[in-house]
């Protein structure tokens, strides 16, 4: 029979592979046999346990992410439901002072306005608490970020000044809950 002459570059076969592996595994030299299908089924089951380990940790992480952002939903819910609440309590010392005002009979002129600073006063102070600020821009130049201009008028002021304020604006920190309605000079016409 003739030689059949085996090709340089065919890919080994897993008979192959699997007697490479053994090679590695248990040289024949160095140690007494070993049942190898035995170390494999060993092999296989810690790989299934540490599989199963790492699937139950995965599973557990999830579930603790999925609290964590129900949580913070919750939180966010609230925050919008009741975060008005410390600036809603500051506001009833001044409804009070309205109602008290309204009910009081024969007060005099001077009592009255007494009166009404002092609930400007309650209420400046709720607006201080709640981080708002007045908008009166009388002089300022104009900015459309905070103003709306209702009317531009010759002045002798510089082009696109604020030069009166129909009705001020408010801020709450760094945004704008109402710009001030202003009037605005333009250059005086020859």
Do not use: C
Request: proline share 6%.
């Amino acid at each position: 029979m003739p030689h059949k002459h085996k090709p340089e570059h065919i890919t080994p076969t897993l008979a192959d592979h699997e007697m490479t592996v053994l090679a590695h595994v248990a040289p024949e030299a160095e140690s007494p046999p070993v049942d190898v299908a035995t170390d494999l089924a060993t092999l296989l089951q810690k790989a299934e346990a540490d599989a199963q380990e790492l699937r139950d940790a995965f599973l557990r992480a999830r579930a603790e992410t999925e609290n964590v952002r129900r949580q913070a939903r919750e939180e966010v819910a609230k925050a919008g439901k009741f975060g008005i609440e410390r600036f809603a309590a500051d506001l009833l010392a001044v409804k009070d002072a309205l109602e008290l005002a309204l009910i009081t009979e024969n007060a005099t002129p001077q009592q009255m306005r007494d009166g009404v600073m002092l609930t400007l006063k309650q209420l400046n102070t709720a607006f201080e608490k709640a981080h708002i600020q007045v908008i009166d821009p009388r002089g300022q130049p104009f900015d459309p970020h905070q103003h709306q201009a209702m009317q531009m008028v010759e002045s002798d002021a510089p082009a696109n000044t604020v030069v009166e304020v129909f009705q001020r604006g408010y801020m709450i920190h760094d945004r704008v809950l109402r710009p001030a309605m202003v009037v605005v000079a333009k250059e005086k016409t020859a």
